[in-house]
């Protein structure tokens, strides 16, 4: 696809992203706080958080994230 100017989407930046006006609500790191953006299982019992690298409780499977 072009634009006016005849540069395509790739080459004018429009990633057809959205304009950033939806806002998503991150759960925070019990620990420190920060905005908890992906859990890594490091055993059974035991996860890490990121970005910050705190160990926390693995994410609860019977438990909907809809809360």
Do not use: F, K, W, Y
Not at 22 to 50: D, F, H, K, W, Y
């Amino acid at each position: 696809m072009t634009d006016d100017t005849g540069a395509s989407d790739a080459q004018s930046g429009d990633t057809g992203t959205t304009d950033g006006s939806e806002t998503v609500s991150l759960p925070r790191c019990p620990r420190c706080g920060t905005p908890i953006t992906q859990t890594t299982m490091i055993g059974p019992g035991e996860a890490v958080a990121g970005p910050c690298g705190c160990r926390v409780a693995p994410p609860d499977p019977d438990r909907s994230g809809s809360d």
